[in-house]
């Protein structure tokens, strides 16, 4: 019996008790391939002294110093640093706020969107639209704009109306293209063009902002849309003064081979959200980018953004940040990530044969792996038999973490798993790990088809 109040109070976890590399041991001497990065947070690796170095200095000058009353020395470091990341168009005056984590920093977004027109004298804008197959996080107003049926369930009554519009998801794309793929331009206007019809409709005088991940990740596994989508949506923004905000909570810094995962479609978005491999994992640290843009609003305004948290821009935080930067820089991480990417992805195709892998997309070190019954029909399996959560079971059992996902196709079916691995995983520890993966498709087949499947 445990005082800890775990995910899933029904199933058991190891305790973990060190780290190094890509390999995580628990307190029973175990080890485990990290394959997805926990979360996809741990994009350098365990372990790593140069960032422990930085976080023990920071703290022996001081660990906190409250936001309303002082900015640290790594906190100013650290804004020039990552604004200085960001594209031309958005990089002019443009400035971070930084925060614990991804919900912390969609819930900023959205209200820094909010208060952008406030600022402005726009009081009237309040609607953010997001997207039908998303993830944005688990605080109220970033799980309002998710658009992922079971996380909202429990808690529909108290999220604000949904504003959802359809994501380009290629492998489902809406003509039934098949058995691969979608590659029309046609099918990824017309998801783009969904957006403008649902501004119409809610009066564009109504609508502040429209959210969405460049790659779609935990609700979507690593759905890449087409060449067309994002500079459509631009337009439509545009079109309507409707501020578009990149949720990078995942993508961002490096994960699919570019600093931003929205530089893949040459589209410069207003406000960023940026997190998870931010720090990296070794502190809580997340960001919100205003564009000089959206900065300006406030600038000319009284300058206040009414908004605040007790660990915003924690020095320790931030020291791991920069620290994190440095490392990613340093050892040219993104450039080997994007070099690196179509080894990665051969890897995967050793998985094929296990007939169960019916999508295998994304970009960088970033893989979904979407799984069917039928490679043909691409018929989900039954929601039942749980089998993203039944590999993630027997992945764990063999040695090896990923990440699943389900309930994306119609709110109940539809399983992926994500294979986001550490950006300095190398040739060999990949082939363990796809070694691993392929041994552990096999055996939840197996279970599933038994229906023998363990239960915890
Ligand atoms: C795209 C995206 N946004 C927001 C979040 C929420 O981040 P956090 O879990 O750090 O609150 C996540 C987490 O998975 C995410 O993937």
């Not at 589209?267 to 994992?281: E, F, H, R, S, T």
Request: aromatic letters at 8%; glycine letters at 10%.
């Amino acid at each position: 019996m445990s005082q800890f109040f775990f995910r899933n109070l029904k199933k058991s976890y190891p305790v973990v008790a060190s780290a190094k590399g890509v390999r995580i041991i628990d307190t029973n001497g175990k080890s485990y391939l990290d394959a997805c990065s926990g979360a996809i947070v741990a994009n350098l690796g365990h372990g790593l002294a140069e960032i422990n170095d930085a976080i023990n200095d920071q703290l022996s000058k001081v660990a906190f110093a409250h936001t309303s009353q002082f900015v640290s020395e790594v906190g100013l470091e650290l804004a020039a640093k990552v604004v200085d990341l960001t594209p031309p168009g958005f990089r002019e005056g443009a400035r971070a706020y930084f925060m614990s984590g991804g919900s912390e920093a969609v819930e900023t977004a959205i209200k820094m969107a909010r208060s952008y027109f406030v600022h402005r004298g726009d009081n009237q804008r309040s609607i953010c639209f997001s997207r039908r197959q998303s993830y944005h996080g688990s605080t109220f107003g970033a799980l309002s704009a998710t658009g992922h049926p079971a996380r909202r369930k429990p808690y529909e009554s108290m999220l604000r109306t949904p504003a959802h519009v359809s994501a380009d998801y290629r492998y489902r794309c809406k003509c039934g293209f098949g058995p691969g793929p979608c590659k029309s331009d046609e099918c990824s206007l017309a998801a783009a063009n969904e957006l403008e019809e649902a501004i119409l409709l809610a009066g564009p005088e109504n609508v502040m902002a429209f959210i969405a991940e460049p790659i779609v990740g935990a609700t979507l596994g690593a759905a890449v849309p087409g060449r067309t989508y994002f500079p459509r949506i631009r337009e439509i923004c545009d079109k309507y003064s409707v501020l578009f905000i990149a949720d990078e909570v995942m993508t961002g810094l490096g994960r699919t081979g570019t600093t931003f995962g929205m530089n893949h479609f040459g589209v410069v978005p207003d406000i960023m959200a940026l997190g998870k491999g931010m720090a990296a994992g070794y502190q809580p640290l997340a960001a919100v980018l205003a564009s000089g843009r959206v900065v300006k609003a406030f600038e000319d305004s009284t300058g206040v953004f009414e908004h605040g948290f007790t660990y915003s821009a924690h020095p320790v935080s931030c020291a791991a940040g920069l620290a994190a930067i440095e490392y990613l820089q340093k050892h040219n991480l993104i450039e080997s990530v994007a070099a690196r990417e179509s080894l990665f992805f051969d890897r995967a195709e050793k998985l094929r044969s296990t007939g169960i892998a019916g999508d295998i997309r994304g970009k960088g070190f970033m893989m979904g792996i979407e799984l069917v019954r039928n490679i043909d029909t691409k018929e989900p399996f039954p929601a039942d038999v749980r089998i993203s959560q039944l590999i993630a079971q027997e992945a764990m059992k063999n040695g090896l973490l990923v990440y699943p996902g389900s309930g994306f196709i119609d709110g109940v079916s539809g399983d992926h798993i994500m294979i986001a691995p550490p950006f300095t995983t190398s040739d060999a520890e990949l082939d363990e790990m796809f070694d691993l993966l392929e041994r552990t498709f096999v055996s939840a087949c197996s279970l599933a088809t038994s229906g023998s499947r363990s239960k915890n």
